[in-house]
């Protein structure tokens, strides 16, 4: 599972669709959530989930 701020959820999309070749699976983080949840490309706030 990747996760992404707004900047980085194109990226994230991509690298999923590369590596499993199947739609990702984009959930939204929950509130109580974001402020534990950093980007897994930067160190802004988590927004959403990516799974495959």
Request: net charge negative.
């Amino acid at each position: 599972m990747e996760f992404a701020c707004e900047e980085h959820i194109e990226l994230a999309m991509d690298i999923v669709v590369d590596e499993y070749e199947a739609a990702p699976i984009i959930e939204k983080v929950r509130e109580e959530e974001q402020l534990s949840t950093t980007c897994s490309y930067c160190e802004k706030s988590a927004v959403y989930s990516i799974a495959k």
